[in-house]
């Protein structure tokens, strides 16, 4: 069992960053893929990013690639979404999901472990 807690969300300006955070309970961490979702205001949640559980493969939808950077830190059972260069776009709740599959996911159904979400809001 693995329990996800997401933070670092919040109000920034359009061209401005953010670094959410998912920190996974559970001595497995380390054995999962994470990845990142994003629902925004009346849409389906989306796939934004991936990372296998070694942090050596990472996967990103188009509209992130170059913005956005996945990484994880398994001696502190934390992934992270580091978000440079937002747009009113990216304004959503993201939720951070863990999967014990090896190959990297970008469906949810390929995920087992699911946090709350973390509201991201990007102003224009």
């Known amino acids: 069992q693995v329990q996800l807690v997401e933070s670092g969300g919040g109000l920034v300006q359009a061209g401005g960053s953010l670094r959410l955070s998912c920190a996974a309970s559970g001595r497995t961490f380390s054995t999962y893929a994470m990845g990142w979702f994003r629902r925004a205001p009346g849409e389906e949640r989306e796939f934004v990013a991936a990372i296998n559980w070694y942090g050596g493969n990472t996967y990103y939808v188009d509209s992130v690639k170059g913005r956005f950077t996945i990484s994880r830190d398994n001696a502190k059972n934390t992934v992270y979404l580091q978000m440079n260069n937002l747009k009113p776009e990216d304004t959503a709740v993201y939720y951070c999901?863990?999967?014990?599959?090896?190959?990297?996911?970008?469906?949810?159904?390929?995920?087992?472990?699911w946090g709350q979400g973390t509201q991201v809001t990007v102003s224009s």
């Open positions: 999901a863990a999967t014990g599959r090896v190959v990297i996911g970008v469906d949810d159904y390929d995920y087992d472990y």
